[in-house]
């Protein structure tokens, strides 16, 4: 193993998008609105944690320094049921306002065509946001915010694996259009290049650095362990 190979890997962010609803079947906009899973969406969370959470699997608690999740109960309970009686110890985790969804303002609980036969045809989130709630730009300054404290908690931990006992994996439990606005930005591209992004209910994506360099951020994998049929 050379010297380069045996330095500690940087950490890696995984987000993951809360399990289905009866608004995410449907379509509708869903964003302060504290919907809950369906009985389907929670079977599905509870058979892919069991994949994917657990020592030696791609979310290995032991490897993990923080999860951060978003008020609604629809992430909570995406937290819960990824995380809770894997036979490991629970992660650090908080529930942090900054991963919350979008905020559609009058748009909330509508579905697209909707929107635009009240707002016009041509109403675009990506550009133009939403009446009495977020605009592009805020939902920008909310996902570089919150990238910085990624980063920084990333910063902080890297080289300390062996007396911090673990690698300083970061995790965000959080929603759609919240999932595809952070890649998006992390990415450092313009936040209407979100469209290009795809966010399934219940998927993870991987994020993390090139080069062992925390100003080189990349997209390590989307929609990993989707659970869409």
Not at 76 to 99: A, C, H, I, M, W
Not at 163 to 177: L, Q
């Amino acid at each position: 193993m050379s010297a380069a190979d045996s330095k500690p890997r940087l950490p890696r962010v995984f987000i993951v998008r809360h399990g289905e609803t009866e608004w995410s079947l449907s379509g509708q906009h869903t964003g302060l609105s504290d919907i809950p899973l369906t009985q389907k969406g929670e079977d599905i969370l509870r058979e892919l944690g069991g994949r994917i959470v657990g020592k030696g699997k791609v979310l290995d608690p032991t490897h993990i320094q923080h999860v951060f999740v978003s008020p609604r109960q629809r992430a909570q309970k995406t937290f819960s049921l990824l995380f809770d009686n894997r036979g490991v110890e629970v992660p650090s985790y908080s529930t942090e306002d900054g991963v919350r969804e979008w905020d559609y303002g009058v748009c909330e609980g509508k579905k697209t065509a909707e929107i635009r036969s009240e707002l016009g045809e041509d109403w675009d989130i990506w550009t133009m946001g939403c009446p009495e709630g977020e605009s592009p730009d805020e939902m920008t300054a909310r996902c570089d915010a919150m990238i910085q404290k990624v980063v920084d908690l990333a910063d902080a931990h890297h080289g300390k694996e062996e007396t911090a006992g673990s690698h300083g994996d970061i995790v965000i439990i959080s929603h759609g259009h919240f999932s595809r606005c952070f890649m998006t930005r992390w990415c450092k591209l313009n936040l209407s290049q979100g469209r290009i992004f795809v966010a399934d209910t219940g998927a993870l994506h991987k994020l993390g650095f090139q080069h062992r360099n925390f100003d080189e951020r990349s997209l390590l994998g989307l929609n990993l362990y989707s659970v869409e049929e």
